[in-house]
């Protein structure tokens, strides 16, 4: 189903690494996902080539930070990142990518919803590429940009559909002040209405957590709710490399209810299970690899890799509402 990461895919992640995973008004770079995406999606060189030149125009070159510093970088400082860059590149190069990734990765998920879970996302793609110093890069973004949404509480009093209920009327009239995901997510967590629905059910299981987030998205076609499936797919991808699911399940599920309450419009994923729809990958990853718009590309390939595992028609649907949106351009 799926085409294999060429050479060329990797050439140009090679040659995106002069950009800083950051640019504009704190804006995540999302070019070595997308490069991902587009190639197992079937995408040409041609094609990969032509998303580069056309998205690498408005990034910025890598920070460059002090080679003679001493003293270890701090998680959730930015200006540790080129610190933390250095600092992985020369554990994966001494351990290997495995052992980083299993010492680090239980450190780092605290912070699971940093940047939007934009560096989970990165992090995931990159261990699928296998370059190692994609995954360093991945890392130092996901360390410095580090930001814990506080002690996880687990509760019996209700289950996690009943919570998505409960967020709606916390925030329902809630105003918040400009700014990006992470600015209004930092915002929630800090309101006292977010309290009473923070803690994590008991019985949350994997399938809840498909079903819920992707018939949120499709309800309300919700920027923000994009990432939370395409962080959750990330998520499953990293598995392998975390020592306790449930705990790594529950700290996902912290940031997504965050990022649920701080959307404009607070959709509740109650809608009907959309009737059987017949998947068309061949004629969907055709038109993805015609796209320049990042999120449709790193969606419809995370909904295709999710629908595999859950089998939820909804995969499908959301496919078909983004791609729908370009045909009407």
């Known amino acids: 189903m799926y085409a294999p990461i060429h050479a060329e895919c990797l050439a140009l992640i090679d040659n995106g690494l002069q950009f800083d995973p950051i640019y504009g008004p704190e804006l995540s770079n999302h070019l070595p996902m997308a490069?991902?995406?587009?190639?197992?999606?079937?995408?040409?060189?041609?094609?990969?080539?032509?998303?580069?030149?056309?998205?690498?125009?408005?990034?910025?070159?890598?920070?460059?930070?002090?080679?003679?510093?001493?003293?270890?970088?701090?998680?959730g400082i930015r200006d540790s990142f080129a610190a933390?860059?250095?600092?992985?590149?020369?554990?994966?190069?001494?351990?290997?990518?495995?052992?980083?990734?299993?010492?680090?990765?239980?450190?780092?998920?605290?912070?699971?919803a940093t940047s939007a879970f934009h560096g989970?996302?990165?992090?995931s793609y990159a261990v699928e590429t296998g370059?190692?110093?994609?995954?360093?890069v991945s890392l130092?973004?996901?360390?410095?940009?580090?930001?814990?949404?506080?002690?996880?509480?687990?509760?019996?009093?209700?289950q996690a559909?009943?919570?998505?209920?409960?967020?709606?009327?916390?925030?329902?009239?809630?105003?918040?002040?400009?700014?990006?995901?992470?600015?209004?997510?930092n915002e929630v967590v800090?309101?006292?209405a977010y309290q009473s629905i923070a803690a994590v059910p008991d019985d949350l299981t994997e399938s809840d957590i498909a079903r819920l987030t992707i018939r949120a998205y499709l309800a309300s076609n919700d920027f923000t709710l994009l990432h939370g499936v395409t962080g959750f797919d990330a998520l499953l991808q990293l598995m392998p490399f975390l020592p306790d699911r449930q705990l790594a399940l529950a700290y996902y599920w912290q940031g997504y209810v965050a990022a649920f309450c701080s959307t404009q419009?607070?959709?509740?994923?109650?809608?009907?299970?959309?009737?059987?729809?017949?998947?068309?990958?061949?004629?969907?990853?055709?038109?993805?690899?015609?796209?320049?718009?990042d999120h449709s590309i790193k969606l419809t390939y995370s909904c295709s890799r999710l629908y595999q595992t859950f089998q939820f028609n909804e995969y499908l649907s959301a496919i078909q509402m983004r791609l729908a949106a370009h045909e009407e351009l």
Do not use: M
């Open 35 to 75: 490069l991902v995406a587009l190639a197992r999606c079937g995408a040409s060189p041609l094609q990969l080539q032509h998303f580069y030149q056309k998205y690498t125009p408005q990034l910025q070159p890598i920070r460059q930070g002090n080679p003679t510093q001493e003293t270890a970088p701090e998680l």
């Open 84 to 112: 933390f860059y250095r600092q992985f590149r020369q554990h994966i190069a001494a351990q290997g990518v495995v052992s980083v990734l299993h010492e680090w990765l239980p450190v780092l998920l605290p912070g699971l």
């Open 120 to 123: 989970l996302i990165r992090l």
């Open 131 to 136: 370059e190692s110093d994609e995954i360093a």
């Open 140 to 158: 130092a973004y996901w360390a410095s940009e580090y930001q814990a949404l506080g002690e996880l509480h687990f509760t019996e009093q209700y």
């Open 161 to 185: 559909e009943t919570q998505l209920e409960q967020a709606c009327e916390a925030f329902r009239h809630y105003a918040f002040q400009p700014g990006i995901i992470v600015d209004r997510v």
């Open 190 to 192: 800090h309101h006292a």
């Open 265 to 293: 419009d607070r959709p509740f994923p109650n809608q009907p299970q959309p009737s059987s729809i017949e998947p068309d990958w061949v004629a969907w990853f055709s038109t993805v690899a015609t796209l320049s718009d």
